[in-house]
């Protein structure tokens, strides 16, 4: 079996300079029907605390992309399921 040659990258990507986690927002984990999103909570301050994808089981059904209020995360949608 070959080995990857290029880097994947999970399918929802959320823009920490924009993820207002940090003040308690936490729609798109609570929207999200798989329970794939989480908040990090790192001790390095408080703006270190952003949403992330924890598991890769997208389903691309979009609810974190349209309900987040800042428009901080993108749901990448492969280009065969376009």
Do not use: H
């Not at 790192?42 to 952003?50: H, L, V």
């Not at 598991?55 to 492969?78: L, S």
Request: aromatic share 6%.
């Amino acid at each position: 079996m070959p080995l990857a040659q290029t880097q994947t990258s999970v399918p929802v990507v959320v823009d920490d300079d924009l993820c207002i986690a940090d003040k308690g927002c936490t729609v798109c984990v609570d929207v999200c029907p798989l329970d794939v999103l989480r908040i990090k909570d790192m001790a390095e301050g408080p703006k270190s605390k952003t949403a992330f994808m924890q598991y890769d089981e997208c389903w691309y059904c979009m609810p974190c992309e349209a309900d987040c209020p800042t428009g901080a995360v993108t749901v990448n949608i492969p280009y065969l399921l376009k």
